[in-house]
C-alpha cells in the first residue's frame, strides 16, 4: 500500500494515517512482543511508509520507549520519525509528585523519556490521562514552556473529559500558548461513545483525533467466541480475562453482536474483519491517525492492508447501525426531534464539508470563491 499523510489537526505536522502502537513492545506486561519480533513490525511499518509512532514513558515499564529509539537510532530515521509520547502515570509508589500532571512531572517525565528514546526532542508530547487535580492553566502553560524550549514540537491530550479539553484549548487561544494538536482516545465499533462531544470539539477546534485499540484489543480481529461462561481464543483479552482494567472488559453480548455484523461484512467483501473495523474507524469524522497495535507480524501485515479499498457506503452504514451508540441526557436534545422545536421545523444542520467560506482575493480572479 501506500501511506496517506494527513497533518494532525490544525498543525503542519504530516502523519501517516495508520500510526505504529508500540505499547506491545515489550513481555513486561504478559501480552506483547519480545525484541526481535518488535524490531520486525518496526521495519515493516517503516518499509510501507509509516512515520508515526505512538509511545508512553508507562509501557512495559520503558522498555517501549527504550526499543523504540534503538529501532529508530538504528535505521537512522530519526529525521522522519514523528514520535509520540505521553506522561501521567506514576512509576514511583509513595511519590506522589512522580506522576499527575502538575508541572513537577511533566519537567521530570519529558527527562527520562528524552532520554529512553535516545533524542533530543519530542514530536508530540501527550498528557495520558486527567488526575482530576491539576489546573488546566499549569498544563497549558507548561507545555507552552516545553515548546519554546525546543524539547517538544507540538501537544496533545488523552483519556480526559472533553470540558477539560476545551478549556485548555480556549486558554492557549487566548494567550498565544501552543495550542492542542491531538486527541488521543479509545474509539472503534465496539467503543463509539467519544462521538458525544470529542468528534465535533477535535474538528471544530483544531484537534484531530488519534484512535487507540481499534481493535477493541483484538476483539474485532474475530478471534474471541462466545461461549456458555464467557469468551473463548487466544490473545490479549483472554490473559487478561480477570483485569479490573475498564479497557479490557470487552466480552459483552453487544460486542459479540458487533462482531457477527463485522464478520458478515468482511466476507461480502472478501477482506479480513482487522481490516473492515480499521477501515470504518479510520474513515469516520475526526480522526486524524488510527494506532495498530500488534504482538505478530502477520497481525500488522494484516492490518497495513486496511485503508487499501473503500468500504461500500452501504456495508458502512450497516456496521454504523450495529454499533450505535447509546445517546445518553442530554445528548438527547441534539437530535431531529428536539432541534426541531428549536428550529421552527426547518433544517438547520452542520455544513457539508465541500461547504468552503468566501474569500476575497486580491488581483486576477478577485472575488471568487477559493
Ligand atoms: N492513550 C491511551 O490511553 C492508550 C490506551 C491503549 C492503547 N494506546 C495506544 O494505541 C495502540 C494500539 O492499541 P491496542 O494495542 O489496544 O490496539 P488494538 O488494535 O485494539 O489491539 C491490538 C491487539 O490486537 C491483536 N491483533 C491486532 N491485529 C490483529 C489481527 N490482524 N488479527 C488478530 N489479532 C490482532 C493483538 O493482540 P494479541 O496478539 O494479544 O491478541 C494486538 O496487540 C497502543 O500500542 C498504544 O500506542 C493508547
Known amino acids: 500500500m501506500t501511506m496517506a499523510y494527513y497533518t494532525l489537526g490544525r498543525s503542519g505536522l504530516r502523519v501517516s494515517r495508520l500510526a505504529l502502537g508500540t505499547m506491545t513492545f515489550g513481555t513486561d506486561w504478559g501480552w506483547g512482543a519480545d525484541k526481535e519480533t518488535a524490531r520486525r513490525l518496526f521495519d515493516r511499518y517503516v518499509e510501507e511508509g509509516g512515520n508515526f ?6 509501557y512495559t515499564n520503558g522498555v517501549s520507549e527504550t526499543w523504540l ?4 537510532a538504528e535505521r537512522g530515521l530519526r529525521d522522519k520519525a514523528v514520535i509520540a509520547t505521553k506522561f501521567t502515570f506514576n512509576a514511583e509508589p509513595g511519590n506522589p509528585n512522580a506522576g499527575g ?3 513537577k512531572n511533566m519537567l521530570r517525565a519529558i527527562e527520562r523519556s528524552l532520554k529512553r528514546l535516545n533524542t533530543d526532542y519530542i514530536d508530540l508530547y501527550i498528557l495520558h490521562a486527567w488526575d482530576r487535580v491539576t489546573p488546566a492553566e499549569e498544563v497549558i502553560r507548561t507545555f507552552d514552556d516545553l515548546v519554546r524550549s525546543g524539547k517538544v514540537r507540538h501537544v496533545g491530550l488523552s483519556d480526559v473529559p472533553a470540558w477539560y479539553v476545551s478549556r485548555l ?7 498565544g500558548y501552543e495550542p492542542i494538536s491531538a486527541l488521543q482516545l479509545e474509539y472503534s465499533l465496539a467503543e463509539r461513545n467519544i462521538e458525544n462531544e470529542f468528534v465535533s470539539l477535535g474538528t471544530e477546534h483544531g484537534m484531530g483525533v488519534m484512535v487507540w485499540s481499534p481493535l477493541a484489543s483484538g476483539l474485532l480481529s474475530g478471534k474471541y467466541r462466545a461461549t456458555q461462561n464467557g469468551a473463548a481464543g487466544a490473545g490479549r483479552l483472554e490473559t487478561l480475562k480477570g483485569s479490573t482494567n475498564p479497557g479490557f472488559q470487552k466480552f459483552t453480548p453487544r460486542n459479540f453482536a458487533i462482531v457477527a455484523e463485522l464478520e458478515a461484512a468482511a466476507k461480502e467483501i472478501g477482506r479480513s474483519m482487522a481490516q473492515v473495523a480499521l477501515n470504518w474507524i479510520a474513515n469516520r469524522p475526526g480522526v486524524a491517525a488510527t494506532i495498530v497495535g ?9 492490518n497495513l492492508q486496511a485503508l487499501d479499498f473503500t468500504l461500500p457506503a452501504e456495508l458502512a452504514a450497516r456496521l454504523d447501525r450495529a454499533s450505535a451508540p447509546e ?3 442530554p445528548y438527547t436534545f441534539f437530535g431531529a426531534e428536539i432541534q426541531g422545536m428549536i428550529h421552527g421545523g426547518a433544517t438547520v444542520g452542520a455544513k457539508p464539508s465541500s461547504y468552503q467560506p468566501r474569500i476575497e482575493t486580491f488581483g486576477a480572479g478577485a472575488g471568487v470563491t477559493a
Open 53 to 58: 509512532f505512538d509511545t508512553a514513558d508507562a
Open 327 to 329: 445517546r445518553p441526557f
Open 294 to 302: 500488534a504482538t505478530k507480524l502477520a497481525q500488522l501485515e494484516d
Open 101 to 103: 500532571n502538575g508541572r
Open 69 to 72: 529509539g534503538e529501532f529508530i
Open 169 to 175: 484549548q480556549t486558554i492557549a487561544e487566548l494567550r
